[in-house]
């Protein structure tokens, strides 16, 4: 009998026309590391008494699917993730494309993402999904992921794929050496660590219907949010902290042949950190910074990916 194995494992993603119909063809097989998007319905113990110690038989709760994918930042398929943070992209040139994602969209697509398990056969379909927020940390070293959270309007399984022949991608990761940080257009030095977090804070319209599923999901206030852990140099950041001055923040990666990826927050304010001397060693200080509407150009952030894919 053949058993599951994480190795096997594929999903495919697809933007939908219709909020929690899945497309019939047009998916992308997409690249992952792990994931736990799954729907799950608990059960509500009973209440009644009067039929001795022994409990009467429990009753289903509402169905929620949702969970975390874990994705390669790369050139390609990080696009398809980047609209469904943002929205659809503005893209311009010839064989090389620049696709530019703006924040304050309030019309995000909704897509349907299957996984599959091939040797069950078990393929799950999980259709009007919304993603809730992307995350991901800048270091040194180790492989590059974002973490996107994804909230669907319910799952449905079968035996056989829905998605039909799939379109491949031709990876191209970035890695932590690729990276910097940038403030006001010049290069943080010190830096050692810092996480870039981009939440659309999903409201889920939870609706009494026969399915259990929701009515949909709609973005509420957005927030990019993370920290800068820097090694203590100087007073620059502490002092910016401290006048309660805004900055702008470039989360850059830049490969050869102009491929790229840029996020530019654009009015950053930073908190006054407790600088501790903890021993012997370097002192370094975090900054848990916070992007908000800059009058100029008028959005919290902007997101360029420049590879050659014709459009997401």
């Given amino acids: 009998m053949a058993r599951a194995q994480g190795a096997r494992a594929q999903m495919a993603l697809a933007f939908e026309m219709t909020y929690g119909t899945p497309p019939a063809s047009g998916f992308t097989r997409m690249p992952f590391a792990s994931t736990t998007l799954g729907a799950e319905q608990p059960l509500l113990a009973s209440e009644l008494l009067g039929y001795g110690r022994d409990p009467l038989a429990p009753t289903k709760d509402a169905v929620t699917a949702d969970g975390n994918i874990v994705v ?105 050496f690729n990276g910097s940080v940038k403030r006001n257009g010049t290069a943080i030095g010190n830096v050692v660590t810092a996480d870039i977090n981009y939440a659309n804070n999903l409201d889920r319209i939870e609706t009494i219907r026969s399915d259990g599923k929701i009515d949909g999901a709609d973005p509420s206030v957005a927030a990019l949010t993370g920290n800068i852990v820097v090694r203590f140099a100087d007073q620059t950041l502490v002092t910016q902290a401290i006048n309660g001055e805004a900055c702008t923040l470039e989360f850059d990666y830049a490969l050869t042949g102009g491929v790229g990826l840029k996020l530019t927050a654009h009015a950053v304010y930073l908190p006054r950190p407790r600088v501790e001397i903890t021993g012997p060693q370097g002192i370094q200080a975090t900054f848990d910074w916070q992007a908000a509407l800059a009058a100029d150009p008028g959005r919290m952030c902007t997101v360029v990916l420049t590879n050659t894919i014709t459009g997401y």
């Fill in 72 to 176: 390669p930042i790369d050139a390609a398929s990080i696009g398809f993730w980047l609209k469904a943070a943002f929205g659809a992209p503005t893209t311009a040139g010839t064989t090389s494309k620049t696709h530019t994602f703006q924040s304050g969209n309030w019309n995000l697509p909704s897509f349907a993402i299957e996984t599959g398990m091939p040797e069950v056969p078990r393929y799950a379909m999980y259709a009007g999904c919304k993603l809730d927020s992307l995350s991901w940390q800048m270091g040194r070293s180790g492989l590059l992921t974002a973490t996107a959270s994804v909230v669907a309007q319910g799952e449905s399984v079968a035996t056989t794929s829905a998605a039909g022949s799939l379109v491949d991608l031709t990876l191209t990761r970035f890695g932590h």
